[in-house]
């Protein structure tokens, strides 16, 4: 099956539809095989297909390999007892162990000053154990635009759109920015409602060139960067825009400046958007627990390598992690939070937490019963919260 024929069920269920499932259950990986799931019912997969697939997306979609080199960036251990640390929202307040078990966690990695604090892993993970990584993926992406910026394929995040993706010149795209795409904040008209039969999420084709000649035909709606609107399809322009720029898959280009040169310890891979096709910009990459940590580390370092060499524009990890002025919520494709943390988030789950403030890094697989609830998010931001606060006083 293409990963393009599940992308917009995905992205529903992102938006609060729930997946009615039991807690998913320790799976021995000797046996993962006996229980992958159909693709077509990706997101509606059994506990035991849960744990299973999502360690093993290579075997289940078309991918493409992100090559490590063996040179691992060293990650020392300064242990520290966290399971008593509480995590309060304002509707629960449960101990992370209690969220460890609650939440369905496969894996949690807690990095101080460049040092392991917590490791941790369930359902039986491993540290060697890939898991995806679902919206995760999108603040990768950010990141590859600034290395794109800096090593001179993209001129800055002001040019239009239509420059790098001719087939929307005419469109309202000649309007939009790669900022404003980055920010969800285009201006062009877009309807998200999965209810809506004749909505754009339910309307849209998600093959390339068939979207590029779907959204040409829309009309503006606001001035770019006036008005945040959760645009699926955007997700997917950056991703080709991004190709189109480098001339290059996105896979390789992650490896070359990022993977390689920064010292993640094991391969991983992106899935593609159809069999041969190119990586979608939103979804997914599986990794280890220890190269999302360390994915976290390269952001907290501002896209700077062990010995200096900047791979980012100076200032491009403050300037992508900045309130925007459609919504302060959001910067250019990460989650902000408070006191200048920011976040990579996907469903059911999954997250990279940056704490420039007390140093901390905190990663996260899981296979939550959920792929997006409010009080689930709520207690994830806590968690990183609570954590990076114990770990800073």
Request: aromatic fraction near 10%.
């Amino acid at each position: 099956m293409k990963f393009s024929c599940f992308l917009a069920v995905l992205l529903a269920v992102s938006t609060g539809t729930t997946n009615v499932l039991a807690k998913a259950p320790h799976v021995n990986p000797a046996s993962d095989p006996d229980h992958f799931g159909p693709p077509d019912k990706f997101l509606f997969w059994t506990p035991e297909q849960q744990v299973a697939g999502y360690r093993n997306i290579d075997k289940i979609f078309p991918t493409r390999a992100i090559i490590a080199d063996g040179t691992a960036l060293e990650l020392p251990k300064a242990l520290v007892d966290l399971g008593d640390v509480p995590i309060q929202t304002e509707n629960s307040a449960i101990t992370l162990d209690e969220y460890f078990v609650q939440q369905n966690v496969a894996g949690l990695l807690v990095i101080k000053d460049g040092k392991i604090a917590y490791e941790r892993y369930g359902l039986g993970n491993s540290r060697d154990s890939r898991w995806i990584s679902f919206s995760v993926t999108k603040s990768v992406v950010s990141m590859l635009v600034g290395a794109a910026i800096h090593d001179g394929y993209i001129d800055s995040v002001d040019e239009m759109v239509s420059d790098y993706l001719p087939r929307l010149k005419g469109s309202p795209y000649d309007q939009s920015t790669i900022r404003n795409i980055m920010q969800m904040a285009s201006g062009v008209e877009w309807n998200e409602d999965y209810a809506d039969p004749a909505s754009d999420i339910n309307s849209a084709s998600w093959q390339t060139v068939a979207l590029y000649d779907y959204l040409g035909r829309k009309q503006r709606e606001a001035t770019p960067g006036s008005e945040f609107n959760y645009n699926t399809a955007e997700t997917n322009l950056v991703g080709t825009l991004l190709r189109s720029a480098i001339g290059n898959n996105l896979s390789t280009y992650l490896a070359e400046k990022i993977w390689r040169p920064f010292g993640m310890e094991d391969n991983a891979y992106w899935t593609l958007t159809e069999s041969g096709g190119g990586e979608f910009g939103g979804c997914c990459i599986n990794a280890t627990l220890r190269d999302y940590g360390r994915l976290g580390l390269f952001a907290l370092a501002e896209g700077r390598l062990a010995d200096g060499t900047a791979i980012l524009p100076d200032g491009w990890m403050k300037e992508s992690t900045k309130p925007s002025t459609a919504y302060p919520g959001y910067g250019y494709l990460w989650w902000l939070g408070d006191a200048g943390a920011y976040r990579a988030i996907g469903i059911f789950g999954q997250g990279i937490c940056v704490h420039p403030e007390q140093n901390v890094v905190v990663a996260l697989h899981s296979a939550r019963t959920v792929a997006s609830s409010d009080e689930d998010w709520a207690l994830q931001s806590a968690l990183c919260s609570a954590v990076a606060n114990a770990l800073g006083e």
